[in-house]
Structures are given as structure tokens and as C-alpha cells.
């Protein structure tokens, strides 16, 4: 079932989480009915934002090898609203773990499970995904959507990764990446990039795609695909940010000035695509 525990106080970069503490009620007000916090998948045209998000999940699905029914488990590492995790143990029967330090979540968790009546293959851990106590070797699938820009070591988190996964188990990591190294080093401290860092997020850390290559080969990964994502990402933003303006009396209601504060952080998100900044999902496979 879904178990919501007390979160530690911060202490150290990769803990803060203040954004997604917020008010579950201001993140119901722009993004889809699911709650899904990261791109979505526009390959069809005059896809609705809903339509999208649900598209990427079915696709993520396929990477991963789940089929309903199978008896799969995964474990989502940076779990946000439960979108996935919820999705995967509603139309695939897969047993979930969902991990995430913001409590808030967990409780939105929960209730959402017990609606959808899936409180049995769902399972929720507050804290950090390399500090928690997790049985080795026991999953089939492994996910950090948009979660590994907050774990301040990469190579210890996919290591981590690598050790949760039986014998051919695959892991999928989605990020958005500086472009190359060049654009990390030149765009990393601009005002843009802080303002999200620190005003939004509390801490964050986008490495170039060759960074997270190297990682997941390092822990001894097989790489069997990387996608671009980028233009997904871009047109996802686009929806929110017409859902912001749509809701911004509402959102405000709640936080005064949050609806100008979430306008401008995605507008920084989408100025940079292609320029300074890619989002890439990379499929691998714990082949030994």
C-alpha cells in the first residue's frame, strides 16, 4: 500500500525540495489531470497536453519492457505526484515503489492510489534515493524522470541505479542537459539559470548528455538508446505556460505571486532549447 513517512529536514544539496512542497492544489491547477511533472510525447498532431503525458507513459512503458499483467517491478526514483508510478500500477498491474524527499507528495500519493483502488502494487519511501534502505537486486525496472538534475553525485546515484536492478533489468533516465560542456560553462551562473536553480528548485545540477553517458556506462550499463526529447519538452512547457495564464487568479490565491514565479521559470526552460540546453532520455540495460 502507500505509506507516506515524515521527511528529514534538508541538510545538504539534493535534499531541498522546496518547490515540490508546495500547495498539491497549485501543481493540479497547470499541469495534466495526472499531475506528470516532465515531458510528455507530441508525436501525434493536435495532441492535447493530457493526450501527451499519457503517450510518454505507454512509451516509457515499452522501454522498459513492461506488459500488463507481467508481474514486473519498478522502482521510481524521484516519484514527484505519482504520475508513473500510479499509471504503470494502473494499466500495466506493475508493483511500484516510488521514492521522492517531498512529503507532501507522498500524501497525494496515497490518497490517488486509494481512489484508483491500486493501494496493494504501490509503495512510497520519503527521503534521498542513495541514502534509503532498498533491497538489492529485486527490481525490474528502474526510472528517474527529470530526478537526477536534483542527486548531487550522478555516479553514485546511477550506481545505486545499477544495484537495484536483477540481471537484464533496464533503467531510463530523462534530463534536460546543457548542450556540451562549452554551454554549461558559459550559461551555468547566468541569472536565468541561478534564478531557477535557487528560487525555484533550491538545488539543481544539469550536466551535459556526455556526463550521463559516461556515468551509466561507468556503473556498467549497456546503453540501448538515447532519444531527443527536446522538442517534446518544448511544446509540454508551452502547454503549461498557457494553463498558468489560464489559472494564474487561482494560483495566486493560494501563493500570492506564484503565478508570475512559475511564468518565468518555464519561460527561462523554454528559451534555451537547442542553444543552450537539450533534453535527452537514455535507455539501458543491466546486462550482466
Known amino acids: 500500500m502507500a505509506t507516506p513517512s515524515t521527511p528529514s529536514t534538508p541538510s545538504r544539496p539534493g535534499e531541498t525540495n522546496q518547490h515540490y512542497d508546495l500547495d498539491p492544489r497549485i501543481f493540479g491547477l497547470f499541469l495534466d489531470p495526472l499531475r506528470k511533472y516532465s515531458s510528455g510525447m507530441y508525436r501525434t498532431p493536435g495532441i492535447t497536453l493530457a493526450e501527451a503525458q499519457e503517450a510518454k507513459l505507454h512509451w516509457v ?13 519498478l522502482l521510481d526514483a524521484g516519484c514527484g ?17 516510488g521514492i521522492s524527499p517531498a512529503g507532501r507528495q507522498h500524501e497525494y500519493i496515497a490518497s490517488r492510489a486509494a481512489e484508483l483502488g491500486v ?3 504501490v509503495t512510497t519511501a520519503v527521503g534521498r534515493f542513495e541514502d534509503l534502505d532498498l533491497p538489492a537486486r529485486s527490481f525490474d ?7 537526477i538534475v536534483h542527486m548531487p553525485d550522478v555516479d553514485v546515484a546511477v550506481r545505486r541505479a545499477r544495484a537495484m536492478l536483477r540481471r537484464g ?20 551562473k547566468r541569472t536565468g539559470t541561478e534564478f531557477v536553480r535557487n528560487s525555484i528548485f533550491g538545488w539543481g545540477d544539469m550536466r551535459p548528455l556526455s556526463e550521463l553517458v559516461r556515468a551509466v556506462e561507468d556503473a556498467g550499463f549497456s546503453v540501448d538508446d538515447v532519444e531527443d526529447l527536446t522538442e517534446d519538452y518544448r511544446l509540454t512547457i508551452d502547454d503549461w ?12 490565491a493560494l501563493r500570492p505571486g506564484m503565478a508570475a514565479q512559475l511564468t518565468r521559470y518555464l519561460e527561462v526552460a523554454n528559451a534555451g532549447w537547442g542553444f543552450t540546453t537539450k533534453h535527452y532520455a537514455l535507455i539501458c540495460r543491466n546486462a550482466r
Open 61 to 73: 512503458a515499452e522501454r522498459l519492457g513492461l506488459t500488463p499483467g507481467g508481474g514486473q517491478r
Open 81 to 97: 505526484w505519482g504520475s508513473l508510478i500510479l499509471f504503470m500500477a494502473r494499466e500495466y498491474q506493475t508493483a511500484v515503489t
Open 119 to 121: 493501494t496493494d502494487r
Open 141 to 147: 525496472a528502474v526510472t528517474m524522470l527529470g530526478s
Open 169 to 188: 533489468g533496464r533503467y531510463y533516465v530523462s534530463e534536460t542537459c546543457f548542450r556540451n560542456a562549452a554551454a554549461r560553462d558559459e550559461f551555468d
Open 241 to 252: 505556460l498557457v494553463n498558468v495564464s489560464a489559472a494564474a487568479d487561482a494560483i495566486d
